[in-house]
């Protein structure tokens, strides 16, 4: 089992940044990757970024350039730092694992208006 906490989203202005944060713990040995997703009102969950156990990302062409994913294994924490935020990147953003299963977070709102 893998649990996963997210934490940072909130209501920011576009153009501003915020920066999520994903706490994973339990099975972590079995994690191959660890991404971020988003679902808007709507909408179907899309794919925003991705890390490998060995730092390969991969990013969702409409964040490519804003939003960076990274890894602290000292701090079992995956970050997805979002930059020039537009209001639609409006979303709740997920948290995932993928270990022998896939694992997800709970969520966090983002919200970006003026």
């Known amino acids: 089992q893998v649990q996963l906490v997210e934490s940072g989203g909130g209501l920011v202005q576009p153009g501003g940044s915020l920066r999520l944060s994903c706490a994973f713990s339990?099975?972590?040995?079995?994690?191959?990757?660890m991404g971020w997703h988003r679902q808007a009102p709507g909408k179907q969950r899309e794919l925003v970024a991705a890390?490998?156990?060995?730092?390969?990302?991969n990013y969702a062409d409409s964040v490519k350039g804003r939003f960076t994913i990274s890894r602290d294994n000292a701090k079992n924490t995956v970050y997805l730092q979002m930059n020039s935020l537009k209001p639609e990147d409006t979303a709740v953003y997920y948290c995932?694992?993928?270990?022998?299963?896939?694992?997800w977070g709970q969520g966090t709102q983002v919200t970006v208006s003026s």
């Open positions: 995932n694992a993928i270990a022998l299963h896939a694992y």
């Open positions: 339990g099975s972590i040995y079995s994690i191959s990757s």
């Open positions: 890390i490998s156990t060995r730092g390969a990302t």
